[in-house]
Nanobody, 120 residues
Framework: QLQLVESGGGLVQPGGSLRLSCAAS????????IGWFRQAPGKEREGVAC????????YYKDSVKGRFTVSRDNDKNAVYLQMNTLTPEDTADYYC?????????????WGKGTRVTVSS
């Protein structure tokens, strides 16, 4: 069974950091384009950061550039999202996805999400 499981969400103060992790089971992430998406209350889901399998190139949403970093560990079959200098606008449910397509807009496989709340 193909499964993606996110962890690492929680409550953090503005300016703080969190590291999200995504563990895959049932399939190998090594040769797949993977990414992180988020959905804030009342808003549409959006691609935050994606990393391509062929050359390791990355995409970041403009509002997170310089603050978020996506990475992958092929040995652990996992992907990470390091989030620094968080703001309340980063509050959302964050989802790990595999087989990302249409740029960093859609994907074939999804985790169930982890909630990030940025608040003082």
């Amino acid at each position: 069974q193909l499964q993606l499981v996110e962890s690492g969400g929680g409550l953090v103060q503005p300016g703080g950091s969190l590291r999200l992790s995504c563990a895959a089971s049932g399939f190998n992430l090594n040769y797949r384009t993977i990414g992180w998406f988020r959905q804030a209350p009342g808003k549409e889901r959006e691609g935050v950061a994606c990393i391509w399998s062929l050359d390791g190139s990355t995409y970041y949403k403009d509002s997170v550039k310089g603050r978020f970093t996506v990475s992958r560990d092929n040995d652990k079959n996992a992907v990470y999202l390091q989030m620094n200098t968080l703001t309340p606008e980063d509050t959302a449910d964050y989802y790990c996805a595999a087989d990302v397509r249409t740029g960093c807009a859609e994907a074939d496989y999804w985790g169930k999400g982890t909630r990030v709340t940025v608040s003082s």
